[in-house]
């Protein structure tokens, strides 16, 4: 069966601390994203990333970076936290394949983490 | 930015009792897809529908799309309890990435 794991399901932080927040994946998909979820917003793409090394702005990228050595982890960063990142944080990851073929054009089903619940102090 | 946009907010019904989730979406897509939450956990895919499909079913799931009118709906038949959950409408526009919208909330009562 296939599996995201989020490296944490809750954290609490300082204001000024850098946060690493850690999303692995089993299947051997090619892409990987970062939301944060927010009450009557639904979803936001932070970054996400199509290959090792390569990433790729989302809607709300400032305050975060991201980084993506081995083709099955990608990390979040905070830099410096700030209250305003509160959130709910959710990983996930699709196949850029169809059949046997990548196809860049077609968005696969997305398959999520359970999420880590943020509190910056 | 916010593709999607689901109606209701929020959906209460009984068991047994059919629920009908909308989504509207602004541009033009390549698929559309489904997904659920239960609370406090991550989104599960339920099905997905492209963009020269109208209608597809999956169990007691049958979703539309009306690519004219840019907007699709989720009929859950027979709901039980268990189908309480948050759902979203995700639209795909092309390079990977999908715009979700705000999602239906649906209690099922017993």
């Known amino acids: 069966d296939v599996k995201v794991t989020q490296s944490s399901r809750y954290l609490v932080k300082r204001t000024g601390e850098k946060v690493f927040l850690e999303c692995v994946q089993d299947m051997d998909h090619e892409n990987m994203f970062w939301y944060r979820q927010d009450p009557g917003l639904g979803l936001r793409l932070i970054y996400f990333?199509?290959?090792?090394?390569?990433?790729e702005k989302g809607d709300i990228p400032e305050g975060y970076s991201v980084s993506r050595e081995k083709k099955e982890r990608f990390s979040l960063i905070l830099e410096s936290a700030s209250t305003n990142q509160t959130s709910m944080y959710l990983c996930?990851?699709?196949?850029?394949?169809?059949?046997?073929?990548?196809?860049?054009?077609?968005?696969?089903?997305?398959?999520f983490g359970d999420g880590t619940r943020l509190s910056i102090l | 930015s916010q593709q999607g946009e689901e109606d209701p907010q929020a959906l209460s019904i009984q068991e047994g009792e059919n629920a009908t989730m909308n989504c509207s979406y602004k541009?033009?897509?390549?698929?559309l897809q489904w997904y659920r939450q239960n609370s406090g956990r991550g989104l599960v895919h339920l099905i997905l529908?492209?963009?020269?499909?109208r209608e597809k079913h999956s169990g007691r799931l049958r979703v539309t799309l009306d690519t004219s009118k840019k907007s699709s709906s989720l009929l859950i038949t027979a709901s039980r309890a268990a189908d309480t959950a948050s759902y979203f409408c995700?639209?795909?526009?092309?390079?990977?990435?999908?715009?979700f919208g705000t999602g239906t909330r649906l209690l099922v009562s017993p």
């Open positions: 529908i492209r963009s020269n499909e």
């Open positions: 995700a639209t795909g526009t092309g390079f990977q990435k999908l715009v």
């Open positions: 996930a990851s699709s196949t850029l394949h169809t059949g046997d073929r990548k196809n860049y054009n077609i968005n696969q089903p997305q398959h």
């Open positions: 990333s199509y290959d090792v090394k390569m990433k």
């Open positions: 541009t033009s897509i390549n698929n």
